[in-house]
Structure formats: structure tokens, C-alpha cells
T-cell receptor, first 116, second 115 residues
Framework: NAGVTQTPKFRVLKTGQSMTLLCAQD?????MYWYRQDPGMGLRLIHY???????AKGEVPDGYNVSRLKKQNFLLGLESAAPSQTSVYFC???????????????FGPGTRLTVL | AQTVTQSQPEMSVQEAETVTLSCTYD???????LFWYKQPPSRQMILVIR??????QNATENRFSVNFQKAAKSFSLKISDSQLGDAAMYFC????????????FGGGTRVLVKP
């Protein structure tokens, strides 16, 4: 049971390049989230998904797109990277089965992205 | 919109002593959850403790306990018998009934533990 994993761990992009961050969870969770963390700040929600095939915008969605084609995977895409998107990106998942820990989000290890 | 405020950017504590981190939040909801997450230098977000707003009893997890004051919208974290491994950033987070049940985070408090 690996929990929540993120690929890659580090990435450097040039302005205008595109990339996709992959989040995978093996806990059969319904809800998945993408956050970004800027220096000295807490996490802010980019997009989220409440189930396979669904996505919705969070607080800071501009410049990002997401897809949830499979329940276990949640992809975050940057079509044209900008220096303002330099950040650490965290994925999280949450159960919705009504169990004792359904109100807890479990986080991946993060991806450090630098856009030059 | 809910907001979460952590007014202490940094706290220092002697090993084996106690430190208390402050968190206040703003909400019009009556049913919600509050969390404290720890982020060590590895960047991993680790759940420390959680509190359901409908429960009057303060949550405890080993050396970690909270003081939840619902009327004052205050949710402080007490770390007892501090250990070197407690050194990290600590984030307070709120989860209400907004679509997706997202977490709203405070800005964090850095805890330094002196040997």
C-alpha cells in the first residue's frame, strides 16, 4: 500500500513549455485534490475531483487543467508554463465511504516545479 | 469564504518543554472539521490531529492536544514534552461543507526545538 504517490518529484521548465504531473492513489478514494504551496504560505487548492470522470475548479485554477479518467489517477497539466507557476505541488486524496477517517486528506510527497 | 489565520510565524521551544501554537478561523458554518498538519523538511504533509466541531471534547494524540473554543473560533495546538523530531512547519486547516470539502490552510508556524 503506497498511499499517494506523485510523479515527478522535481522538474525544471522553460517559460511556455508544457508538462503533466501525475498523482496516483491505491486507497480507492473517491475525492482527489491538487494544491500548490508557495514559499512561506499554506497550501491553496487548484482543482479537485469528487469521482472518476469529474473535475472542478478550486481557488487558483488559472493556467492549469486536470483530468480524472481513472479513479486512482488525477493528472494536473500546465499547457504553457509561466514563472508564476513555480511552486511545490501537492496531490491529496480522501475517502467518502463514511468510515472513521473519511474526513482526512492524505497527501503525496509533493513535486517541486521551477519555471525559468 | 472561510479564512484561517496563524499569527505566529515562528515559535521556539526547549527540548522536553511545552509549546502552544495559535490558530483562528472565520466561518458561518456550524458543522466543520479542523486539522493540524506537520510539514518537516522532507515536505511531506503529515496529519497530527483533527477535531470535529460538534464534539465539545478536545482531541488528543499522544503528546499533541488541542484547545478548541468554538465560540471564539480558536483552535490551538499544544505540543508537550517537545522532541527534536517535532521541529517542522505546522499548518492549521479548516474543512467545511463547501463543494469538494476542500481544506483551507493557514500560513503556517515554524517550530524550532532547542536541545
Amino acid at each position: 500500500n503506497a498511499g499517494v504517490t506523485q510523479t515527478p518529484k522535481f522538474r525544471v521548465l522553460k517559460t511556455g513549455q508544457s508538462m503533466t504531473l501525475l498523482c496516483a492513489q491505491d486507497m480507492n478514494h473517491e475525492y482527489m485534490y491538487w494544491y500548490r504551496q508557495d514559499p512561506g504560505m499554506g497550501l491553496r487548492l487548484i482543482h479537485y475531483s469528487v469521482g472518476e470522470g469529474t473535475t472542478a475548479k478550486g481557488e487558483v485554477p488559472d493556467g492549469y487543467n486536470v483530468s480524472r479518467l481513472k479513479k486512482q489517477n488525477f493528472l494536473l497539466g500546465l499547457e504553457s508554463a509561466a514563472p508564476s507557476q513555480t511552486s511545490v505541488y501537492f496531490c491529496a486524496s480522501r475517502d467518502y465511504s463514511g468510515g472513521a477517517h473519511t474526513d482526512t486528506q492524505y497527501f503525496g510527497p509533493g513535486t517541486r516545479l521551477t519555471v525559468l | 469564504a472561510q479564512t484561517v489565520t496563524q499569527s505566529q510565524p515562528e515559535m521556539s521551544v526547549q527540548e522536553a518543554e511545552t509549546v502552544t501554537l495559535s490558530c483562528t478561523y472565520d466561518t458561518s458554518e456550524s458543522d466543520y472539521y479542523l486539522f493540524w498538519y506537520k510539514q518537516p523538511p522532507s515536505r511531506q504533509m503529515i496529519l497530527v490531529i483533527r477535531q470535529e466541531a460538534y464534539k465539545q471534547q478536545n482531541a488528543t494524540e499522544n503528546r499533541f492536544s488541542v484547545n478548541f473554543q468554538k465560540a471564539a473560533k480558536s483552535f490551538s495546538l499544544k505540543i508537550s514534552d517537545s522532541q527534536l523530531g517535532d521541529a517542522a512547519m505546522y499548518f492549521c486547516a479548516y474543512r467545511g461543507k463547501a463543494a469538494g470539502n476542500k481544506l483551507t490552510f493557514g500560513g503556517g508556524t515554524r517550530v524550532l526545538v532547542k536541545p
